[in-house]
């Protein structure tokens, strides 16, 4: 594994962030499920549009009044692409902007997609079913051509491939799966869905890992595809857009929850008329036409609506606030990124640092060795195992090892890994996997447990880059995962 310089523990990670944006914008949503990935803690104060945004205040962050706009000790950022550019880099060791130059200029080349090819497209077909523009049959079949040729791009280049960029998620998967959500509730019927499956198994796994359920709930497809008022099914090219009913509109969840069975609810609809507004009020004016008078039109009374449940706070989280430790465990991860191989100096400092009331270590050792029968398989599992225990990223820390030689010498997994609290039950909860490994806490009191502790964590990289070969308790090690 490469040592690179950790900026979970860089003192950006820790100031105060507060994202101004009215509720439900999808905008918004990548910025705070690249946060949740992250373990960034930001603010999102209550925000009324064309009252909070036309303020001198507002207006000196966001010269145009448009949110989202993230407030920094540093200055204001504005545009929804740069916050979330800025927040997915604020921690390199979750490699939401790739793990190489090169996969973070993947990540950009989705991110400008999404925004040219996909977004645009998808808002002019929504914007006449929430009533923001005049529908027009022909505009909304060039939309929904542009649609599907989005989503044909997307439905190739996915055909051998989980995600957009490497073999985890990104920030390209965040930003695009975001841009898709009220799509995929309100206007993409099974029928339209259907050409599309690799799309669909994308979108699935992204919007059903926690930090994404965290900021948008659960995502409801659509039963049939939503109409605009007095509008009618408008076929695209390929595929052709399943006709719906222009009945009544059935009731549906907040948007944060997911909707109810593919039509709009009020709160959701007003709540994307909001950002629909905010782009009305910062276009160019259009020539009247005075020998055509307006119309008056009349509006329906806004719907009251709901207050959004309060999100449940981590039990870890709830930990941190209820009882403090005086360990950082992203300050541990720098130190032991940025060690360079000098692990005595490394342990040195941990040991210093450590605090056995807050914090504790475990070993695992997998249950099923003798089932091990191919290395590559074998270093697969270590890597699924590390990968599914992303949510408790911020209070764990471990190193996990493959031992042993294929056809000559038994496969064993084991590990050892630093956990905030006294058991392994928050990773449990986050990781079923944990379920295949017995579990041991260290007695880190005794110069013994100390010891296996770094021996279990100090391995020499430089030997292990250049393919020589290292051992763990004897054994020749086949592969090495960190977890931090």
């Known amino acids: 594994p490469a040592s690179y310089r950790c900026a979970a523990a860089s003192p950006e990670t820790t100031m105060?962030?507060?994202?101004?944006?009215?509720?439900?914008?999808?905008?918004?949503?990548?910025?705070?499920?690249?946060?949740?990935?992250?373990?960034?803690?930001?603010?999102?104060?209550?925000?009324?549009?064309?009252?909070?945004?036309?303020?001198?205040?507002?207006?000196?962050?966001?010269?145009?009044?448009?949110v989202p706009v993230l407030k920094t000790p540093q200055g204001a950022l504005f545009e929804s692409n740069a916050i979330a550019r800025y927040v997915a880099r604020m921690r390199r060791d979750t490699e939401l902007y790739g793990a190489t130059f090169f996969e973070s200029g993947q990540v950009d080349s989705w991110i400008d997609f999404c925004s040219h090819e996909l977004e645009l497209a998808a808002t002019m077909w929504l914007?006449?079913?929430?009533?923001?523009?005049?529908?027009?049959?022909?505009?909304?079949?060039?939309?929904?051509n542009d649609v599907t040729v989005a989503l044909t791009t997307l439905e190739n280049y996915l055909s051998d491939k989980t995600y957009l960029v490497g073999h985890k998620i990104t920030l390209a998967d965040i930003t695009v799966a975001s841009a898709l959500v009220y799509p995929m509730k309100l206007l993409f019927s099974p029928e339209f869905r259907a050409p599309f499956?690799?799309?669909?198994?994308?979108?699935?796994?992204?919007?059903?890992?926690?930090?994404?359920?965290?900021?948008?709930?659960?995502?409801?497809?659509?039963?049939?595809?939503?109409?605009?008022?007095?509008?009618?099914?408008?076929?695209?090219?390929?595929?052709?857009?399943?006709?719906?009913?222009?009945?009544?509109?059935?009731?549906?969840q907040a948007p944060t929850k997911g909707g109810g069975k593919g039509k709009p609810s009020p709160e959701e609809i007003a709540k994307m008329k909001a950002e629909a507004a905010e782009r009305k009020k910062n276009a160019p004016p259009k020539e009247k036409k005075p020998d055509q008078?307006?119309?008056?039109?009349?509006?329906?009374?806004?719907?009251?609506?709901?207050?959004?449940?309060?999100?449940?706070?981590?039990?870890?989280?709830?930990?941190?606030?209820?009882?403090?430790?005086?360990?950082?465990?992203?300050?541990?991860?720098?130190?032991?990124?940025?060690?360079?191989?000098?692990?005595?100096?490394?342990?040195?400092?941990?040991?210093?640092?450590?605090?056995?009331?807050?914090?504790?270590?475990?070993?695992?050792?997998?249950?099923?060795?003798?089932?091990?029968?191919?290395?590559?398989?074998?270093?697969?599992?270590?890597?699924?195992?590390?990968?599914?225990?992303?949510e408790i990223r911020k209070w764990l820390f471990g190193v996990m090892y493959v031992t042993g030689t294929e056809g000559t010498t038994p496969l064993e997994i084991s590990g050892c890994y630093m956990i905030r609290g006294q058991d392994m039950e928050p990773l449990q909860v986050a990781n079923d996997d944990t379920a295949v490994y017995h579990w041991n806490k260290v007695d880190t009191t005794t110069p013994e447990g100390k010891a296996h502790v770094a021996h279990m964590w100090c391995y020499d990289i430089e030997k292990w880059n250049n393919g020589e070969p290292i051992f763990l308790e004897g054994k020749a090690v086949n592969d090495v995962k960190q977890f931090k």
């Open 16 to 66: 105060a962030l507060t994202l101004y944006t009215y509720p439900a914008n999808y905008r918004a949503f990548k910025i705070l499920i690249a946060a949740e990935y992250n373990g960034l803690d930001i603010e999102v104060p209550k925000f009324e549009m064309m009252k909070d945004n036309q303020s001198p205040e507002f207006l000196a962050m966001s010269p145009l009044g448009k």
């Open 127 to 144: 914007y006449p079913v929430i009533g923001y523009m005049p529908y027009n049959a022909a505009a909304t079949a060039k939309s929904k």
């Open 197 to 252: 499956p690799n799309v669909m198994r994308w979108f699935n796994t992204c919007v059903n890992q926690p930090q994404f359920t965290a900021v948008i709930g659960e995502v409801v497809l659509a039963a049939a595809e939503t109409l605009p008022p007095n509008g009618t099914a408008v076929a695209a090219a390929a595929p052709a857009a399943a006709a719906a009913p222009a009945g009544k509109k059935g009731k549906g």
């Open 293 to 390: 008078p307006k119309k008056k039109k009349e509006k329906a009374a806004a719907p009251a609506t709901a207050p959004a449940p309060k999100k449940e706070v981590h039990p870890l989280k709830a930990l941190d606030n209820d009882a403090p430790s005086t360990m950082v465990g992203d300050v541990w991860k720098k130190v032991y990124s940025n060690c360079k191989g000098d692990y005595e100096g490394c342990m040195k400092e941990f040991w210093e640092m450590y605090d056995p009331a807050g914090w504790s270590i475990h070993t695992c050792r997998f249950k099923y060795n003798e089932e091990n029968e191919q290395a590559f398989m074998t270093a697969n599992a270590t890597g699924g195992f590390v990968q599914r225990s992303g």
